[in-house]
């Protein structure tokens, strides 16, 4: 191996990263390109020849390390250069304030020894968070990782990476052991006891323990009195007391999910785009159309030779990394009772976080979102209200008697456990539960079934129905005043939303009912966060939509958008849509 000339002003950490890094590309199991081995033929010996500048390969690949590394941030000719220095102040300010609110709190009741129990989440609990304080840690901690990774040596960067590898897989096989609920929420646990209760080897318990100490997720210490050695007790960080199923059963159940929906998905990427190209998730196979067969409207495509004929079947990253690649990820969900208890737990607990149309806050407050054509005119369906009144007094008139449930004002399709339903009925309670209707998966109205008889009034009177949203409505539920799609066209690719949204099309064919999409919305500046969302969604054969994304499903689908709201801070959107008349290019 050729051993760099220069390396005068490369630290021995440094030139010993490169070394191992070298190491790890030789013994890694990745197979050279046919370009990069016929690269290498015919230069045997290149890592010695002289570039333009006179250096050698090698000595250029350093310089680049050098340069990347006393950078500062400014990596395009076109990039103002990162201010750390100012950005350090800011951050210190801000941390200042922070300080400063924390210290005017007033300190939190402390509850009697008799009435404290070991498990009691709420022992020893701080106050909660102002708004103003989750705001400057928010700042903070978003300005403490711009900073880090801005001055940070980049292979520092890549290695964080790394680490985050490897502490999501011990937090997550923690979790799923439910180990972080064997640690009490005070005092420690020690690493023997640990495994035994959870019927593991110590040694093996230990390790995993140690990367999370290594992070900061779980503290270490040792109660033997010796200073030297590995931790042999365990105790909760401020982040793994939120990890207890016990205590913390919905973010718990968001880390689950999380996993679940993310890691087994993006592990399977290589394997997924090598199978299927790589194409965004699509259908696959030729495909012929099918009609619906009420209003001839051609609903969407089938795959030739497909089983079964309603069905478009899209391969998903999700699936594949479930082990049941032939499935559709909800019917993966279905196999998985455990998981899918989670997946709900975890859609409530996003609902209480979520803001406006996401939040299911749509009635009397209305949607905080901003129209784009009219940014006076907002979005609430609080004239529910009216219309609600004025079919009774019609069925009065006309029946001599009022039956709510003759034909339903509102359709919450593929609605979950009904959050967003229990949301409006509760803040229209002229809407009665008997006028809307509820409809999901088989497995989910079951459950819904169940939360209704376990005494979950939210929901009594809401007439449920397992239907599959791929199908045509049925009779029961046509013509109603609003469909409401919430959180479901994200999850799928556009053909599929292309149905889903013809399948309402059909439903509200000849009347005045329209279509509330409600969704998560992709930004034009990517953040982290809404990225991630569209990652995600493309493990499970889906992506976040911008403006002009939801525009074109609709017009495909021989809709008319008559608006669209959006809420730029809260990532979310909501288009509200009617019958087309035909001459705006929809697919038939
Ligand atoms: C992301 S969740 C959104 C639930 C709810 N709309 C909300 O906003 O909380 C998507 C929902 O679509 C349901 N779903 C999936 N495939 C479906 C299908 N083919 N027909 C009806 N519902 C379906 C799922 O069971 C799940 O409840």
Redesign the pocket.
């Known amino acids: 191996m050729a051993t760099p000339k220069s390396n005068a002003s490369m630290s021995n950490l440094e030139a010993n990263n490169k070394n191992k890094s070298e190491d790890m590309e030789s013994q890694s199991s990745f197979a050279p390109t046919p370009e990069a081995e016929s690269e290498n033929e015919s230069s045997s010996d290149s890592q010695h020849k002289k570039g333009i500048d006179g250096s050698t390969s090698k000595e250029s690949e350093l310089k680049e390390i050098e340069k990347a590394t006393t950078s500062t941030g400014a990596t395009t000719p076109s990039a103002p250069a990162f201010d750390f220095v100012k950005a350090a102040e800011d951050l210190l300010a801000d941390a200042k304030k922070l300080k400063a609110t924390i210290d005017s709190k007033p300190t939190p009741p402390s509850s009697s020894p008799e009435s404290a129990k070991p498990n009691d989440a709420n022992q020893h609990a701080p106050l909660p968070p102002s708004p103003e304080e989750i705001v400057l840690r928010q700042r903070i901690a978003k300005l403490g990782k711009k900073i880090a990774f801005e001055t940070a040596p980049p292979m520092e960067v890549l290695k964080s990476d790394w680490v985050t590898i490897a502490d999501v897989s011990a937090w997550n096989i923690f979790l799923h052991w439910r180990a972080f609920d064997h640690i009490p929420l005070t005092g420690s646990i020690s690493i023997a006891d640990l495994a035994r209760a959870l019927d593991a080897d110590e040694s093996l318990v230990s390790r995993i323990a140690c990367m999370l100490i290594s992070t900061g997720k779980l503290t270490g210490s040792r109660l033997d009195g010796k200073e030297q050695g590995p931790p042999t007790h365990i105790s909760h960080s401020r982040i793994s007391r939120l990890l207890r199923t016990n205590t913390s059963p919905a973010t718990a159940a968001l880390a689950i999910v999380s996993f679940g929906n993310g890691m087994k998905g993006f592990a399977k990427w290589p394997e997924y785009f090598s199978t299927y190209d790589r194409h965004e998730p699509h259908p696959t196979g030729r495909e012929i159309l099918i009609h619906d067969s009420g209003t001839g409207i051609v609903v969407t495509t089938k795959r030739r030779g497909a089983q079964d004929s309603n069905k478009i079947f899209v391969p998903t990253p999700f699936s594949l990394g479930w082990g049941h690649p032939a499935l559709a990820p ?1 019917e993966v969900k279905a196999r998985y009772p455990e998981y899918a208890r989670h997946f709900e737990m975890a ?1 409530a607990a996003k ?1 209480k976080g979520a803001q406006g149309a996401l939040g299911g806050d749509l009635g009397v407050g209305g949607y905080r979102g901003v129209n784009v054509e009219d940014p006076g005119r907002k979005f609430s369906l609080t004239w529910l209200a009216e219309l609600s009144q004025k079919k009774q007094q019609q069925q009065q008139h006309i029946l001599g008697y009022t039956n709510p449930s003759l034909k339903p004002l509102l359709v ?5 456990l009904g ?2 339903l229990a949301n409006l009925l509760a803040n229209i309670p002229e809407v009665k539960p008997e006028q809307c209707i509820l ?3 088989p497995e ?1 109205i079951a459950q819904v079934a169940k939360n209704i008889e376990g005494g979950d009034k939210r929901l009594k009177g809401v007439k449920t129905m397992a ?4 199908q045509a409505q049925p009779e029961e539920a046509k013509g109603a005043a609003v469909y409401v799609l ?3 066209l994200l ?1 799928y690719c556009d053909e599929q939303a292309v149905w889903i949204l013809k399948r309402l099309r059909c439903a509200l064919h000849g009347s005045e009912g329209r279509i509330v999409i409600m969704e998560g919305v992709l930004l034009d500046k990517p953040t982290p966060e809404n990225r991630l969302v569209d990652m995600v969604m493309m493990n499970l054969g889906g992506k976040l939509r911008n403006e002009e994304g939801y525009r074109k499903l609709c017009m495909k689908a021989g809709l008319k958008v008559r608006g669209y709201w959006m809420d730029v801070e809260g990532a979310s959107c909501v288009v509200e849509c009617v019958e087309g008349d035909g001459t705006d290019g929809s697919e038939e």
């Open positions: 909800w859609m609902d919450d399709v593929g609605g979950g959050h967003f409809q999901d998966r989910v239907h599959d949203f791929f919430r959180r479901v999850d």
